[in-house]
């Protein structure tokens, strides 16, 4: 049994243990997933974000370039001179130069009005251009101008058709892309340089070059190589960059399924409402073309800050889910690395604790077999240490407890002997002397009448008097020892209690007392002898008067315990009170503290047997000066049990 026990509590104590440590590991590896999640997503938008710092710093700087290319040609004296003196072919031979070393698609020379003097593509001059954006710009302000702009076909087609044919780019609609009803783009996206043109102070042309970005992808693969550096991941690009015209997209490094560039496919409907109709930033996961990208896109702007264009960078998701995996992969390790430890650890300390509850078992065990001497050795000052110092304490306490029950036991079975013994002498004695006593009171009454008014008249009441109370003494202990089938019925202990002291109100020792009733209206009916339950309440308020010769308070309560059905009666005075070492007595025959001829000594004797004769019990607590307390308790199973063997009988 002791090994069951101690191994059940083992099982639970391990079990608990087990648990907190699963669900602390779940509860941690969750969190922890979540917060890799979190960061590595967090850590992938901040990287994609300023991956798109870098591409546009790439792309910004490739105009710049070209601009300070211009800018120089601008200021050469001889090209000044070419164009007030219209040597137009000086002015030619230069733009294809320059067009050859800046590596450009168009290099144009206009006159002041925005008439074309001279192109690196072909011959033909005269042709109007100030509607172009930039040209208008620049005759407007006579200022430089850089940036983002888009070409029309028909400023194409005047560079020939070999331009113009270059820029075409079939339109391939996407699941999320915004219907169109286009199918071919014609126009160019382009990054430009139009440089104003001064002679002595006096504008006199512009010069302006153009990269066509159509089809061309130098600038996204030079974007992807510096920034991404070619990485790959299960043989897709790791980081993509394309640039959009409008939401095509123009040139780009994205792959589709088959291979080839994703050139002319569309953007989502919601990037191009948030980019190019707002003119906003945006990042987010999308699908792009064939595959989930950490993507980011920025408008890209033309002379009057219009959006008209878009540069993309993308992260692939998969590099950042390996990131994900690879961190929860060795998360999860490392937890169930840490719950393997906590499993140990809890083992050790379960044998810690284990030990000291065997002890405490086999220490109850000896308890159980009577041996209160089993004390158990303290070995540490903690919890457990206290528990067995505890368990000390409980063994000594209840050692204690069984030497006061078993005295108190003793007391009551030599109580109750002597009581009965005493009984049955006292019945004896009672029948043997009564019948002298009445021949002697008998007698003296005679004698009395014949001799009254004579010197032996007061002799004669003397006898008579004490032949009286010797009369009243045979006729208590006839009362104590008597052994007559009781009248058992049911009766209500309040309405009892309420006879008794409406009688004792009116008796000469209650003039100067107040009686106080304090009944419980739920205290049920009991099987009892109303004659005997009526003395057991007369002896405890005449002795409560007696102990208050100036006068005091009576106090009578009634209580109903409903946790162990059992009725309380509580009988306390004001009075002198018992001394402590006349407690034990007071229910012997004939002990009294009275004054001779005051008391028998029989009343509280009479009493306590009564009242175990209803299995109940009769508790005292008294103190010198300030009064005692009678505590009665009747438990109602024990008076049912009685009343049935009654009824038998």
């Not at 989930?292 to 408008?299: D, E, Q």
């Not at 499993?343 to 220490?363: K, M």
């Not at 009171?441 to 009254?452: G, I, Q, R």
């Not at 009075?575 to 002990?591: A, E, Q, V, W, Y």
């Amino acid at each position: 049994m002791r090994k069951r026990l101690a191994s059940q509590i083992r099982f639970k104590l391990f079990i608990s243990m087990l648990s907190i440590v699963l669900l602390s590991g779940i509860a941690a590896t969750f969190v922890g997933i979540r917060t890799i999640e979190k960061h590595v997503v967090g850590q992938a938008f901040d990287t994609v974000l300023k991956d798109l710092d870098t591409a546009d710093f790439i792309y910004t700087s490739r105009i710049a370039l070209k601009s300070k290319m211009l800018k120089h040609i601008a200021l050469l004296e001889y090209i000044q001179l070419a164009i007030v003196q219209n040597n137009r072919q000086v002015l030619i031979n230069k733009c294809k130069e320059v067009q050859k070393e800046l590596g450009i698609d168009i290099v144009n020379i206009t006159d002041a009005k925005g008439r074309v003097i001279a192109r690196a593509n072909n011959y033909s001059f005269g042709d109007d251009v100030s509607d172009d954006n930039h040209i208008s710009y620049v005759l407007k302000t006579k200022t430089s101008c850089e940036g983002t702009d888009i070409v029309s076909h028909t400023h194409l087609q005047r560079e020939g058709e070999v331009i113009a044919k270059k820029v075409i780019i079939d339109i391939v609609p996407t699941p999320k892309s915004r219907k169109v009803q286009r199918t071919k783009l014609v126009d160019a996206l382009a990054i430009r340089s139009t440089i104003p043109i001064f002679y002595n102070n006096n504008f006199i042309g512009i010069i302006y070059g153009v990269r066509i970005l159509n089809n061309y992808n130098g600038i996204v693969d030079q974007i992807k190589e510096l920034v991404f550096k070619d990485e790959k991941i299960g043989g897709l690009d790791v980081g993509t960059s394309t640039i959009f015209l409008d939401d095509v997209r123009v040139c780009t490094n994205v792959k589709k399924p088959d291979g080839s560039r994703a050139i002319g496919t569309l953007l989502s409907e919601e990037v191009y409402n948030k980019v190019i109709l707002q003119g906003k930033v945006w990042w987010d996961k999308a699908f792009v073309v064939n595959n989930w990208y950490i993507s980011a896109y920025k408008p890209l702007l033309n002379v009057n800050n219009k959006p008209i264009g878009i540069l993309y960078v993308g992260i692939l998701e998969k590099k950042f889910d390996e990131i994900k995996t690879s961190s929860t992969v060795s998360f999860a390790v490392i937890t169930i690395l840490i719950a393997i430890v906590a499993v140990g650890i809890s083992l050790y300390l379960l044998n810690i604790i284990i030990q000291p509850v065997r002890t405490l078992v086999q220490a109850s065990e000896s308890v159980i077999n009577g041996n209160y001497d089993a004390h158990i050795e303290i070995e540490s000052e903690d919890e457990i240490g206290y528990l067995c110092y505890t368990f000390n304490q409980m063994i000594d306490a209840i050692k204690e407890r069984d030497r006061k029950l078993k005295e108190q036991t003793q007391n009551q079975i030599l109580q109750s002997e002597k009581l009965a013994s005493l009984g049955r002498l006292a019945s004896g004695i009672a029948h043997e002397i009564n019948n002298p006593l009445t021949a002697i009171l008998t007698y003296s009454s005679l004698l009395l009448e014949d001799l009254k008014d004579t010197d032996f008249e007061e002799d004669l009441r003397v006898i008579i008097k004490e032949t009286l109370r010797c009369r009243d003494i045979v006729r208590n202990i006839l009362d104590f020892a008597r052994s007559t089938k009781p009248d058992i019925k049911r009766t209500n202990i309040n309405s009892l209690i309420n006879e008794v002291l409406l009688i004792l109100e009116k008796h000469v020792n209650f003039h100067n007392i107040v009686i106080n009733k304090e009944l419980d209206p739920d205290v049920p009916d009991m099987y009892i002898d109303e004659n005997q339950f009526k003395s057991v309440i007369n002896n405890l308020a005449m002795n409560a008067a007696d102990a208050m010769p100036q006068g005091g308070t009576l106090t009578v309560k009634t209580r109903y315990n409903f946790n162990n059905d059992s009725i309380t009666i509580i009988v306390s005075d004001t009075g002198t009170g018992i001394k402590d070492d006349h407690l034990d007595k007071i229910f012997d025959p004939f002990f009294t503290t009275k004054e001779q001829g005051k008391g028998t000594g029989l009343g509280l004797a009479v009493t306590y047997g009564i009242i175990k004769r209803y299995h109940g019990s009769i508790d005292v607590q008294s103190e010198i000066g300030k009064g005692t307390i009678f505590t009665i308790t009747f438990p109602l199973s024990k008076n049912m049990e009685e009343y049935a063997v009654f009824q038998k009988a």
